[in-house]
């Protein structure tokens, strides 16, 4: 199998991915206590850098993971990207509340296990955007706290495999009540008479990264945005469809469960805020 080219650095320690070996008794193994952050690199440069950031610490916060130096954890980041000379990549990061015997209890003085890696990457959604990509809808089987970036993906891993299954690139999941919340491992963006309209931050999702920058680039390319819970029964009702995040980046959707999406095309306001994302990467990159 020839797999990309990486480098992880573990606690410090700069090895091969190939190299980390995580202690049996580790947390994150055990009982998914951990959290984490992936992120881009164009041509080397970290994009939404800070962003990530401050939702890690968020999250670290929200479980009660102590003891970590995210400038620490920054420097260590920067510097396997550096080591690595990686330009187009991804960057992986999880903090793990560390190792102690098995008790689903706090331990006391656990030392955080901080585990990252950067990878090359190549766009897997490049060949889908321009005529967009079919999902599913699933039924939304995670915990109450989305908002929470933790490893505990279960739910997650059993949407995507049934979308696969379907021949699906994602899923769209949705409460008991229809509502729809979010992909498995994406946000999504409707367009209903030319206004983008996303899921309400709450517990319910995750605030994500990718979705947060494009909400501030609709305002300023003049496309209004508003947020709203959408029921699964109401996608019929929507123009157009796309996802966004880190890899997706904006990737339109035509086909729901089978179905087209508006006019089953990708559609002028999916391509006006995909023209505008790369744009910005541009400027970043320059």
């Known amino acids: 199998m020839n797999l990309p080219r ?110 990252l890696y950067v990878q090359d990457y190549t766009d897997a959604y490049s060949a889908l955007r321009g005529d967009g990509a079919s999902v599913i809808t699933h039924p939304d089987l995670r915990w109450h706290r989305c908002d929470i970036k933790s490893t505990n993906l279960l739910g997650n891993v059993l949407a995507i495999q049934a979308a696969a299954e379907a021949g699906c690139v994602e899923a769209l999941l949705y409460a008991a009540d229809g509502t729809l919340t979010e992909a498995t491992h994406s946000s999504f963006f409707a367009v209903i008479e030319s206004t983008l309209v996303a899921t309400p931050q709450g517990s319910a999702i995750l605030p994500g990264i990718t979705r947060g920058f494009l909400e501030r680039l609709a305002s300023r390319v003049g496309v209004p945005f508003r947020e709203q819970h959408l029921k699964r029964h109401q996608l019929t009702e929507v123009s157009e469809l796309f996802l966004s995040g880190t890899g997706a980046e904006v990737l339109p959707v035509v086909r729901v469960d089978g179905k087209p999406v508006g006019s089953g095309l990708v559609g002028p306001v999916s391509l006006r805020m995909w023209d505008a994302y790369r744009q910005a990467v541009a400027e970043f990159i320059r």
């Open 6 to 115: 990486s480098l992880a650095c573990l606690n410090g320690q700069s090895m091969p991915l190939e190299d980390v070996k995580i202690p049996a008794l580790d947390r994150g193994f055990l009982f998914g206590d951990a959290v984490y952050e992936v992120l881009r690199l164009y041509r080397g440069k970290a994009w939404l850098l800070e962003e990530h950031w401050q939702r890690l610490g968020r999250s670290l916060q929200a479980i009660g993971i102590r003891g970590i130096d995210l400038e620490v954890t920054k420097r260590r980041l920067l510097d396997t990207i550096a080591a690595g000379g990686f330009q187009e990549a991804l960057a992986y990061l999880q903090i793990t509340r560390g190792v102690a015997p098995r008790s689903h209890r706090f331990p006391a003085d656990t030392r955080p296990l901080e585990f």
